[in-house]
C-alpha cells in the first residue's frame, strides 16, 4: 500500500495569517513543520483472500398441475475480511506508543454469517392468470456493517479497539421478515397486467453519541 512508504515522507506545514509575499517571513519553512507524533497506515502480513462458506438446501412439490411450492435454506459463513483498526489507540489518554500518532492496521478481522429459509408458492399462467408468493426468513450478523448501523463494514474501522465486541451485530442489509407477492392477469388483445407487493421489516440501526466518550480519539462511539 502506498501510503504505507510515504507516509513518513511526508510534513504538514501550516502558517497563520502569512504574509504576502513571503509567507515564510524570511524564516526557514522546516521551522513550520508540525513536530506533532505521525500518523501511518500499515498491512497485516497475513491478508489474504476473504473465503465464503456457502451451504444450500433445496425441495419442491407439485401440489396441482399448475402450482408449486419451493423451500430453500442458505448458510454462509465469510471471514478474514479487511478490517482497518488503530492499534494505537489511547487507552486512559496514553497511546501505548507515544512516539505516534494513529497506527492504522488493515486486519483479517471482519467476518459474518448469512443464515435464511425461503418458502415459495407459485402458479404458472393458465385460465389467463399466473401468481407468485415468496416469503423470507433471514438473518444475518458479522462484526462489519456500515458506519450508521452496528458493525463497520468490509474496509470500514473498528469503533472501539479495546471493545471489539461492542461492533458486533446486525448487519445493515439484515431484514428479518419479506414477504413479495406478485400476479398477473392476461387481458384481451394479449395485454397482460402485472402487479408486485412487497413487504419488508426495517433494518437495524444503532445508537451513536456522535461523541468521543472513552477519549480514544473516535468521535462516534456507542452510547
Known amino acids: 500500500m502506498r501510503n504505507e512508504t510515504t507516509a513518513l515522507r511526508q510534513t ?35 491478508l489474504l483472500n476473504p473465503p465464503v462458506q456457502t451451504y444450500t438446501a433445496g425441495f419442491s412439490q407439485q ?29 486512559n489518554g496514553v497511546r501505548p506508543l507515544p512516539e505516534w500518532g494513529q497506527i492504522i492496521s488493515t486486519d483479517p478481522i471482519g467476518e459474518w454469517t448469512y443464515k435464511a429459509l425461503l418458502v ?7 385460465h389467463r392468470y399466473q401468481y407468485q408468493i415468496s416469503y423470507t426468513l433471514a438473518k444475518q450478523d458479522g462484526n462489519f456493517g ?6 463497520i463494514n468490509q474496509g470500514g474501522s473498528i469503533t472501539d479497539y ?44 444503532s445508537a451513536r453519541a456522535g461523541a468521543d466518550l472513552n477519549a480514544d480519539g473516535t468521535n462516534n462511539d456507542f452510547v
Open 12 to 46: 504538514s506545514i501550516v502558517i497563520n495569517n502569512p504574509a504576502y509575499p513571503d509567507p515564510y517571513q524570511g524564516r526557514d519553512p522546516a521551522s513550520f513543520a508540525s513536530t506533532a507524533p505521525p500518523n501511518i497506515s500499515i498491512l497485516n502480513n497475513k
Open 162 to 205: 479495546y471493545n471489539q465486541r461492542a461492533d458486533v451485530g446486525p448487519l445493515p442489509s439484515d431484514r428479518r421478515h419479506a414477504l413479495v407477492m406478485s400476479g398477473a392477469f392476461q387481458l384481451p388483445s394479449d395485454v397482460v397486467l402485472g402487479v408486485i407487493w412487497n413487504f419488508r421489516t426495517t433494518t437495524p440501526f
Open 120 to 126: 415459495r408458492l407459485e402458479k404458472r399462467l393458465s
Open 146 to 151: 456500515s458506519p450508521d448501523s452496528v458493525g
Open 63 to 91: 401440489l396441482l398441475a399448475d402450482t408449486a411450492i419451493n423451500v430453500d435454506s442458505v448458510y454462509q459463513k465469510a471471514t478474514d475480511y479487511l478490517t482497518t483498526e488503530n492499534i494505537n489507540t489511547p487507552k
